[in-house]
């Protein structure tokens, strides 16, 4: 919504006080778009929800609005859904999901994976023993620590990769078990974390 350039009280506050738009970009750390979207009453071109609160906020303090006059303003702003709230749902819905899903589920997803990194081991034992010439029991009788770090490797990344950057793991795809990323999933503490609890039951 717009206001006219003359009745808008925040524009108004600004030249009676002879302040410039550069002035007030040096106090708040507002970009001129905004200001001037803001010092001639266009508020439909501001972020809507918090952001707009925010910087209108920030603009009515540098000018000295009176307290009344800025919650004249604020319904005025872009109305939509906040960004805050709406996480928070988001969080919410994925949780509700987890608390639907039959806790069999859990079980059974982790017996896939199990199988599944079981038989990835295998194949990287048979791989290795075909390229090396060898058979697989010569293998695993001759070199058993780097086979077990090059296995656990796998497992680690199987993890890490699926549990931690995807959400889930090929098991709970397959079971229906639902994505647990109610965060940013590329944020190391969340993707780690995710990792290390993809077979913990849904609380």
């Given at each position: 919504?717009r206001?006219?350039?003359v009745?808008n009280?925040?524009g108004v506050a600004?030249r009676m006080?002879?302040l410039?738009?550069?002035?007030?970009?040096?106090t708040?750390?507002?970009s001129?778009?905004?200001?001037?979207?803001?010092?001639e009453?266009r508020?439909?071109?501001l972020?809507?929800g918090i952001y707009?609160?925010?910087?209108?906020?920030?603009f009515?303090?540098?000018?000295?609005?009176d307290?009344?006059?800025l919650?004249?303003?604020?319904p005025l702003?872009?109305?939509e859904?906040?960004?805050?709230p709406?996480?928070a749902?988001a969080?919410?819905?994925?949780?509700?999901?987890?608390e639907?899903?039959?806790?069999?589920?859990?079980?059974?997803?982790?017996?896939?994976?199990?199988?599944l990194?079981?038989?990835?081991?295998?194949?990287i034992?048979?791989?290795?023993?075909?390229?090396?010439g060898?058979?697989a029991?010569?293998?695993?009788?001759?070199?058993?620590l780097?086979?077990?770090?090059l296995?656990?490797?796998?497992?680690?990344?199987?993890?890490?990769?699926?549990?931690g950057?995807?959400?889930r793991?090929m098991?709970q795809?397959?079971?229906?078990v639902?994505?647990?990323?109610p965060?940013?999933?590329l944020?190391?503490?969340?993707i780690?974390l995710?990792?290390?609890?993809?077979?913990?039951?849904?609380?």
């Amino acid at each position: 919504m717009r206001i006219g350039y003359v009745m808008n009280p925040l524009g108004v506050a600004r030249r009676m006080r002879g302040l410039s738009l550069a002035e007030i970009a040096n106090t708040t750390r507002l970009s001129p778009r905004h200001l001037e979207a803001i010092d001639e009453g266009r508020f439909a071109d501001l972020p809507v929800g918090i952001y707009a609160r925010s910087y209108v906020r920030a603009f009515a303090d540098a000018v000295g609005l009176d307290t009344a006059e800025l919650a004249a303003i604020l319904p005025l702003l872009p109305t939509e859904e906040d960004p805050l709230p709406a996480a928070a749902r988001a969080r919410a819905a994925v949780a509700a999901r987890a608390e639907r899903v039959p806790r069999t589920r859990v079980p059974a997803a982790a017996g896939l994976d199990l199988l599944l990194l079981f038989i990835l081991n295998a194949v990287i034992v048979r791989v290795v023993a075909m390229t090396c010439g060898i058979g697989a029991g010569a293998l695993l009788t001759h070199t058993p620590l780097p086979l077990i770090v090059l296995c656990a490797t796998t497992w680690v990344l199987y993890f890490i990769l699926l549990a931690g950057v995807h959400g889930r793991t090929m098991g709970q795809v397959v079971c229906g078990v639902p994505d647990r990323r109610p965060e940013c999933p590329l944020r190391l503490r969340v993707i780690l974390l995710r990792a290390v609890n993809a077979w913990a039951p849904a609380d």
